[in-house]
């Protein structure tokens, strides 16, 4: 052979020279966490399908809020479970109701730390759909833009810094940002959940929000996993209506439409690291399957490769103990 063999592994030889050349980084700074929240003083709650993950208490979630705010993770996203579910998702827009009592609790305790919510009214209708159900079983849309536009003001008023749609009606994230525009809001963010997929990934979130549907599913309003040039247009069309982060959900099985989102708009991009992603990871690694450690962090290491700039996780308190 004329010439010697490309060796790669040059720069493979050592740590230090693998830390030079290493092209992502993940650290806590890109971390945020998911929590929920629900009434009671005093309480944990497992949730079976997500172990190491609990339903806190106001006080509790203070407490982990404040551990993760200390380990590094900058932000919290908030889901509440309210006591008392109705057709119209009332108690998601509730100025008494968990999320906002929880809001003004953390930033009370940590006013640095970012708080962010989860707008949508999946968790507190009794139907479990992302809006209002019309008598043909559809949701509505136009009519859901309005409480969501409520949920969002309401959350802003109790201090939130961002709020983060999720329901995927059309037109959310432009009626949420004049709302919150016309009620002197106009520093609260948006991060748009704008290319969230209908996905069976979800399953250990609905146990823990109990807001699977009761009926159908959400394939009219979430996207169809099949899809990435539709993902790309939610995108766009997001940003044109105002959103400031825009997120892709499920993150691992999504990893191309990540990039291509990062490749499209200028705005950050964000992805969602879900419950049954959690789950797998964390099923697997109690039958001793896979090393826990190592497949946490290639996971979301993949997932900044891919493009997200930020990146939710219920591992992130932990990744971030590990990165210190
Ligand atoms: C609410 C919502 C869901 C998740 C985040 N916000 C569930 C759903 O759409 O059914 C899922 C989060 C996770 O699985 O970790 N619309």
Redesign the pocket.
């Known amino acids: 052979m004329p010439f010697p063999a490309t060796r790669m592994r040059r720069l493979r030889r050592s740590g230090l020279l693998r830390d030079m050349v290493r092209e992502t980084e993940l650290s806590a700074s890109h971390l945020a966490l ?1 929590m929920f929240v629900e009434l009671g003083t005093d309480s944990r709650t497992p949730i079976a399908a997500m172990p190491g993950v609990d339903r806190l208490s106001i006080s509790h979630a203070v407490e982990e809020a404040g551990r993760a705010h200390a380990l590094g993770v900058p932000a919290v996203l908030l889901f509440g479970i309210p006591a008392d579910k109705d057709l119209q998702g009332s108690g998601a827009y509730d100025d008494e109701g968990v999320v906002a009592l929880a809001v003004r609790a953390i930033k009370d305790a940590h006013p640095e730390l970012v708080v962010m919510t ?1 707008v ?1 009214l ?1 968790g507190y209708t009794s139907h479990g759909h ?1 809006g209002v159900v019309r008598p043909d079983g559809d949701v509505d849309n136009d009519i859901t833009l309005e409480l969501l536009a409520k949920t969002a003001i309401c959350h802003a008023r109790a201090g939130a810094d961002a709020v983060a749609p ?2 995927m009606m059309d037109g959310r994230v432009g009626a949420l940002r004049a709302q919150l525009d016309a009620e002197d809001h106009k520093d609260t963010t948006i991060v748009a959940y704008s290319a969230k997929f209908a996905s069976a ?2 399953g ?3 146990e823990a929000a109990g ?1 699977a549907p009761a009926f159908g599913d ?1 394939r009219t309003y ?1 996207l169809d996993p099949a899809n990435g040039d539709e993902a790309v247009r939610e995108a766009l069309l997001d940003v044109e209506e105002g959103a400031d982060v825009v997120m892709v959900k499920p993150a691992l099985a999504y990893l191309d439409v990540i990039r291509r989102v990062k490749d499209e708009v200028r705005v950050p991009v964000a992805a ?1 690291h ?3 992603e959690y789950a797998m990871l964390e099923a697997a690694a109690a039958n001793g399957w896979i090393d826990r450690r190592a497949a946490v962090l290639e996971a979301l290491t993949s997932i900044r490769r891919a493009g997200a700039d930020i990146v939710f996780s219920y591992h992130a308190p932990e990744v971030a103990e590990w990165l210190r």
């Open positions: 998911p989860d949508c999946c992302c999720s329901d990934f979800y250990p979130f609905r807001s959400r979430q969602y879900v419950s049954g």
